[in-house]
């Protein structure tokens, strides 16, 4: 239970779980299959920004946090960033609804669970069971930026904090 910091690894052996964006389930309450996606793999040769989130559709994380990431997708992307991501402990399909609800369409952001809070567990950023509200930016297996939020608010974890280390 060691907090991610600058300087550390991404781990090895990191899977999260989404529903892909295809177009023919384009309507939010269309269902698609659930898929593994090991992040630890896809993320080894890419640069990435990760955040997590207590819970899809709840006020804090639908009204202040992830509209800062999409208002800011275009400059995030610009700093040669090939991967936004989001997690929470909701189910790959709550997670792909949020993403919907939102007009996300492809994969300019990947809306991820964290099966069982099991990634956020590893490192200790747990809100109870739930993922707790952290970002962090991984270029090519190597962390530069991990920030928790130290309370309820949205500040280290936000999408400006996380640009201007970008």
Aim: with cysteine; charged share 25%.
């Amino acid at each position: 239970m060691t907090a991610l910091k600058p300087g550390d690894s991404f781990p090895d052996g990191v899977v999260f779980s989404y529903v892909p964006y295809t177009e023919d389930k384009d309507d939010i309450t269309s269902c698609g299959i659930p898929q593994n996606y090991n992040a630890s793999k896809e993320w080894a040769d890419k640069k990435v920004v990760l955040f997590a989130v207590p819970g899809a559709f709840t006020p804090g994380c639908s009204a202040r946090h992830l509209p800062g990431y999409i208002e800011n997708l275009s400059k995030i992307k610009s700093k040669g960033v090939d991967v936004v991501a989001v997690i929470a402990f909701n189910d790959a399909w709550v997670m792909s609804a949020w993403g919907k609800a939102n007009k996300i369409k492809g994969d300019d952001i990947l809306f991820m669970t964290d099966p069982d809070a099991k990634f956020s567990s590893s490192i200790g950023w747990t809100q109870g069971s739930r993922t707790a509200r952290y970002a962090m930016v991984i270029d090519h297996g190597k962390v530069v930026y991990a920030e928790k939020e130290p309370g309820g608010d949205v500040t280290v974890s936000g999408a400006e904090a996380v640009l201007a280390k970008l």
